[in-house]
């Protein structure tokens, strides 16, 4: 059986219509507004989840035409929000997910492995402590920082988990809410990261594969007007229960 590319999600009780601003559609965990575990939007597709549960054993798939349409969901985004998603309608690239591994291997491999992420994590910080913009968004003492994005971008690129072994489920957006990022702060941050990218010795088609993934995810981390908890999260992973 062939699976559906929304993966369990698309099956869930617990999944929700996310209809934005400007009528981009996409699905949100409803178990995560009572259990924090759980990620709000999750990376598709899911391949196995704890809280999956499917509604009567059945998957639930809107009527060509009919109101759970993305046109009309755009139309209403009240309506929307428990609107069924049809499996093969794919939600726009805001995950977490890295860019899968192809025949030549993990974007963690082929851009040289640990080394190559130190070296870019660290060009990547020079810039930041150069930019008088960019700077005041982030703590006044950057090394932890820099460890962090180190783990954090090995396991995204393909490399090791650590990061996840440490600190559990990244929930990107959830740790930024402390810092009032704008569009334009992302901006820069996206441009510090390509500089470092070249300068770090990523050749030229890995650049472009990377940033491709960090653009939509940058534009994620922007919260300036959003209504968020500023409070940090817990560190470690053994500070949640």
């Given at each position: 059986?062939?699976?559906?590319?929304?993966?369990?999600c698309?099956?869930?009780?617990?999944?929700?219509?996310?209809?934005?601003?400007?009528?981009?559609?996409?699905?949100?965990?409803?178990?995560?507004?009572?259990?924090?575990?759980?990620?709000?939007?999750?990376?598709?597709?899911?391949?196995?989840?704890?809280?999956?549960?499917?509604?009567?054993?059945?998957?639930?798939?809107?009527?060509?035409g009919?109101?759970?349409?993305?046109?009309?969901?755009?139309?209403?985004?009240?309506?929307?929000?428990?609107a069924?998603?049809?499996?093969?309608?794919?939600?726009?690239?805001?995950q977490?997910?890295?860019?899968?591994?192809?025949?030549?291997?993990?974007?963690?491999?082929?851009?040289?492995?640990?080394?190559?992420?130190?070296?870019?994590?660290?060009?990547?910080?020079?810039?930041?402590?150069?930019?008088?913009?960019?700077?005041?968004?982030?703590?006044?003492?950057?090394?932890p920082g820099?460890?962090?994005?180190a783990?954090?971008?090995?396991?995204?690129?393909?490399?090791?988990?650590?990061y996840?072994?440490?600190?559990?489920?990244?929930?990107?957006?959830?740790?930024h809410?402390?810092?009032?990022?704008?569009?334009?702060?992302?901006?820069?941050?996206?441009?510090?990261?390509?500089?470092?990218?070249?300068?770090?010795?990523?050749?030229?088609?890995?650049?472009?594969?990377?940033?491709?993934?960090?653009?939509?995810?940058?534009?994620?981390?922007?919260n300036a007007?959003?209504?968020?908890p500023?409070?940090?999260?817990?560190?470690?992973?053994?500070?949640?229960?």
């Open positions: 059986m062939t699976e559906p590319e929304t993966g369990l698309g099956g869930c009780r617990w999944a929700r219509a996310v209809v934005s601003a400007r009528g981009s559609r996409f699905l949100r965990c409803g178990r995560a507004d009572d259990d924090h575990d759980f990620a709000r939007y999750p990376a598709l597709p899911v391949r196995a989840c704890a809280g999956f549960e499917a509604e009567r054993g059945t998957i639930a798939r809107p009527a060509s009919t109101a759970a349409g993305p046109a009309a969901a755009a139309a209403d985004p009240a309506s929307a929000r428990d069924p998603i049809p499996l093969l309608e794919r939600p726009p690239a805001r977490v997910a890295a860019p899968p591994p192809d025949a030549r291997g993990s974007l963690f491999d082929r851009i040289g492995g640990r080394a190559t992420v130190e070296r870019l994590v660290a060009e990547f910080y020079e810039r930041v402590e150069r930019d008088p913009e960019l700077r005041p968004l982030f703590p006044a003492e950057l090394g820099r460890a962090k994005q783990l954090f971008l090995e396991q995204w690129l393909g490399g090791e988990p650590r996840s072994e440490r600190y559990g489920h990244p929930r990107l957006r959830r740790r809410f402390p810092f009032v990022i704008d569009a334009h702060a992302a901006g820069r941050w996206l441009h510090h990261m390509a500089e470092a990218l070249r300068a770090a010795g990523v050749p030229e088609p890995e650049r472009a594969e990377i940033l491709r993934g960090l653009g939509p995810l940058a534009q994620h981390m922007v007007d959003d209504a968020v500023r409070t940090p999260l817990d560190d470690e992973r053994s500070a949640r229960p």
